[in-house]
């Protein structure tokens, strides 16, 4: 058997790890409920269960190495979990370090939303592309920066907060202190949002949907504001990386014939990058596995 | 003597050329008033003439190579100047492959704003910092990426049109088709605009800039919304990049105590980013000899 390495997706609710080889197979998946009651040493051990588990499986000699994502920002040079507003308990945690010490094999650390985008760019819809964009659509909205192939991470690896975008300069409040970011505009939660707002009989996104297909005419406005948002905000990346793709991914994709036009005529209108260069925007392929082929990436990549 | 290159930049009003050596000396400039009636060979045969003039004085021996910085659209991969507003005659003009045909030296193209942008990180405020954004506040709003050390240009040379950014969705139409970019309320061409909106006996920039040092109010809130704009905007680019270093340039500069705290505010609200890792957001220091070091730098970093 060649090389694999282990990669890990910690969310909120979810924890999973995969084997994935050299090539891309996915050779072994594991999932657990993240239960964000318990402490950071039993979410540490947790986790190393998990690849551990893996890596019993499969041999210790093959593996190359192992990626965990996480949601939050984090000190690349350290491995610390600086900020996380989904596993708070993780905050200030050496957690490259403590994975490290009960599987002694080396880790690496990435953003969740930035290993998604390089899962996308290796396996997905972005395979064979070296600069591009993910756009993540759920509670919130993450986003990841493709450079060169690499992930775009800033002096600080807070690069890529594409959610936290100033679409609508006097819009909704947002906790992390602005008005009227991306994702308050555009996200799952903000079609749910909406709904409220026009009086609809249904607060699920998938629901909101239906009444949409159905001819609803003020579930179709939401996605038509939804779509404006989002397109506005990609207006200003063509405008400001001009790559030739960008990629769409979560629940809300689902409407993309609701939303999409409405964001195409705010690209075209508002990027003159787009209508001379016509980068594609498409949406991913992997779904909820995306951060795992990114975690599980990141070793092969670092070793490359 | 060392190694020197021969860097110009051909604005619309004028056209420099300097040489400068490896150590960023500088060892001789050249302006003349670029004719934008002429034809576009008498342009290329002008821009040759300044480059051959220098070389002559300098030595050919020596000669590391030629940069040209160039306003508008640049074709990397072609040499050609896709669309230039400024200069249209230009459009569609292989400037490369001539002016290498006139000098029989190796010639590297760069738009304007980029080369701007490369020559401060060389020899000016950015000196030293690998990541850093220039935005160049004139009659309109250009902008640079260095990333890595080098300028970011996406897949058709477009990147870094900052300018273009939405920072009002349905504010001031622009030429590029798009409502609310800043440069449209924030260049020194949105100031003297807001003078007339607000009634202003005076329309020069540096006239307003004075009336608001003197106390005007209606003086000062233009300002104030100019600072707001700019601040928008800023926040975007630290969300999207979480670069170190972002470096401001233009006639506008002098009004930095105007401006400044309304955008710095803007920024301090709108940026998470901002707030956690605190970047440089400072004036830059080479004025319009940026874009002459940018250029010059070119052959340099080709050759290394």
């Given at each position: 058997m060649g090389q694999y390495s282990i990669g890990v997706d910690l969310g909120g609710t979810n924890l999973r790890a995969a084997a994935i080889s050299a090539?891309?197979?996915?050779?072994g998946k594991i999932a657990a409920p993240?239960?964000?009651?318990?402490?950071h040493a039993e979410l540490i051990s947790s986790i190393a269960a998990a690849i551990g588990q893996l890596r019993d499986s499969l041999g210790r000699e093959n593996l190359a190495g192992v990626g965990v994502g996480v949601p939050g920002f984090i000190d690349m040079d350290k491995g610390?979990?600086?900020?996380?507003?989904?596993?708070?308990?993780?905050?200030?945690?050496?957690v490259r370090a403590e994975i490290e010490g009960i599987l002694q094999t080396p880790v690496i650390l990435e953003n969740d939303a930035n290993a998604a985008a390089l899962g996308e760019s290796w396996m997905g819809?972005?395979?064979?592309?070296?600069d591009q964009i993910l756009i993540t659509l759920g509670t919130g909205i993450g986003g990841g920066i493709i450079s060169g192939g690499r992930v775009l991470h800033g002096y600080r690896g807070?690069?890529?907060?594409?959610?936290?975008?100033?679409?609508?300069?006097?819009g909704n409040p947002c906790a992390c202190g602005n008005t009227g970011c991306l994702e308050k505009h555009a996200s799952a939660t903000a079609i749910r949002s909406m709904a409220l707002l026009m009086g609809l009989p249904v607060t699920e996104a998938r629901d909101i949907y239906d009444l949409a297909m159905r001819g609803n005419p003020r579930a179709r406005m939401i996605f038509q504001s939804m779509g404006e948002a989002l397109g506005i905000a990609l207006a200003t990346l063509i405008n400001v990386f001009n790559f030739p793709l960008y990629l769409l991914a979560g629940g809300?994709?689902?409407?993309w014939q609701l939303f999409a036009p409405p964001m195409l005529a705010e690209i075209e209108k508002r990027s003159f990058a787009y209508r001379h260069t016509t980068p594609r925007i498409e949406a991913a392929k992997l779904g909820n596995e995306a951060g795992l082929y990114g975690a599980a990436y990141l070793p092969f990549q670092a070793g490359s």
């Open positions: 090539e891309g197979k996915m050779l993240t239960d964000v009651s318990r402490s610390l979990i600086v900020g996380s507003n989904n596993i708070p308990q993780l905050e200030g945690v050496p819809a972005g395979q064979g592309v070296a807070m690069a890529g907060e594409i959610g936290h975008i100033t679409v609508v300069p006097n809300p994709l689902s409407a």
